[in-house]
């Protein structure tokens, strides 16, 4: 028994910075995920306009379709999920809220001075940011701006002008210093798009920090550890008969710019969402196309650009809306159409680590084994006696872990060496 759990605990080992990626549901999604204060999961399918809770178990409820709808998300402080339309309302678009399990409700309606909401983002001020667009089929430009609304519906123009050359593509982000930076892009006609970043600062004056004469900013910035900017850019066109690429850069709050990451098609191409800034300190991030199947890609980079590929997706496209860490302490996201997927249709996965072994105790003549796990994470306990046989044997067919490590007791018959698996099913 000594010999057996030697084995197991170098060979759990080797897995501990493996993650496993776990397709949930397939037919829905393909845009923006949150998780409530209620435990579920909210997301957007803004192909078919709905709006919808999401269980881990599988469990999906169709909560609203809103015409318009935009696919950003956001949890704000007073418990409150806030979204988007670009049309609704009178027409011009709509703040939504979605209460803690579910309801639906409609919160701010916009003007025709500025129309065509696109997201919102929660500032470390707990108020809400955002940009109008445009909400014309035709893509005609109308006026633009950058705004505040508070969760007591106080609604605020921070910057705005008819027209202006870049149109806002982002919601801005919120640093420490009470500015917000964001992205906006030029040359929607062509096949060449720039990009610049700008500040604004609490003052309300507008900066351009920097400005990209080729390529485009893929779904906004996000803060790193360092108090830098993080984002990365896509290919809008790539040359006839090229693969799409992209990067992954930082830059400072003071302009300072720095390419950390140019992508190529083995390891990934064409990053469309923003990164996140997971609770290990390191960047996640997807792109859409490139790895094995061409289907995209997951990734972790860290601060110094090391980039490692945590993942392949082998069906639908690549996610286009950015991972989220959720309470459990796992990755979420979702995979919109694409080979394999009906048009409009797409899959949610959880990206998650694999189980590690930490005990195996025989005293008693029972088998007691710990392994790490997540909370309503479910597994399968196997065994053999030998590594040369092929097929192995199910001890334990289904266990649901209640926290981040679980113990259980087996009452095998005992035997002079045994190995045991761990598996994390659906």
Wanted: net charge neutral; aromatic share 12%.
């Amino acid at each position: 028994m000594v010999l057996a759990s030697l084995w197991l605990c170098f060979f759990s080992q080797s897995l501990q910075a493996e993650r496993v990626l776990q397709q949930l549901l397939r037919g829905a999604g393909g845009d923006y995920l949150v998780e409530g204060v209620d435990g579920n999961f909210y997301g957007t399918d803004t192909s078919s306009s709905n709006l919808f809770q999401f269980r881990p178990d599988g469990t999906f409820h169709l909560l609203a379709r809103l015409v318009g709808l935009n696919a950003e998300l956001t949890l704000a402080d007073d418990g409150n999920i806030y979204g988007t339309t670009r049309t609704g309302g009178a027409g011009y678009g709509t703040v939504f809220q979605i209460a803690p399990g579910g309801q639906v409700f409609p919160f701010y309606f916009f003007s025709s001075t500025f129309p065509g909401p696109t997201a919102l983002r929660k500032g470390l001020d707990g108020a809400l940011y955002g940009v109008t667009g445009i909400n014309s089929a035709f893509f005609i430009n109308q006026p633009t701006s950058i705004f505040q609304i508070t969760t007591n519906g106080a609604f605020t123009t921070l910057h705005g002008g008819t027209n202006p050359p870049p149109g806002f593509n982002s919601s801005p982000v919120q640093g420490r210093d009470g500015s917000l930076y964001g992205t906006a892009e030029f040359n929607v006609y062509t096949r060449t798009k720039a990009s610049l970043i700008y500040k604004l600062s609490t003052g309300g004056a507008y900066q351009v920090l920097y400005r990209l004469t080729n390529g485009f900013i893929s779904g906004g910035l996000i803060f790193g550890p360092d108090d830098s900017l993080y984002g990365t850019t896509g290919q809008y066109y790539p040359p006839r008969g090229a693969p799409a690429t992209g990067t992954v850069f930082r830059i400072t709050t003071n302009g300072l710019f720095h390419e950390l990451f140019a992508f190529s098609q083995t390891n990934g191409s064409d990053p469309q969402a923003r990164l996140l800034l997971a609770g290990d300190s390191y960047l996640y991030g997807s792109t859409t196309q490139g790895g094995i199947s061409n289907s995209g890609t997951i990734f972790r980079i860290t601060t110094n650009g090391n980039l490692t590929t945590l993942a392949d997706l082998t069906y639908g496209n690549g996610p286009q809306a950015p991972l989220i860490e959720a309470s459990d302490g796992n990755l979420y996201g979702t995979t919109s159409s694409g080979p394999g997927f009906p048009f409009g249709l797409g899959s949610i996965f959880r990206l998650v680590q694999r189980p590690l072994i930490t005990a195996l105790d025989g005293a008693g003549g029972a088998i007691t084994l710990t392994w790490t796990s997540f909370t309503n994470g479910i597994y399968r306990i196997d065994y053999k006696a030998s590594l040369s046989i092929p097929a192995w044997t199910t001890v334990i067919p289904r266990v649901t872990a209640t926290d981040s490590t679980i113990s259980i007791t087996t009452n095998l018959p005992p035997a002079a060496q045994q190995y045991y698996r761990v598996t994390l099913l659906p």
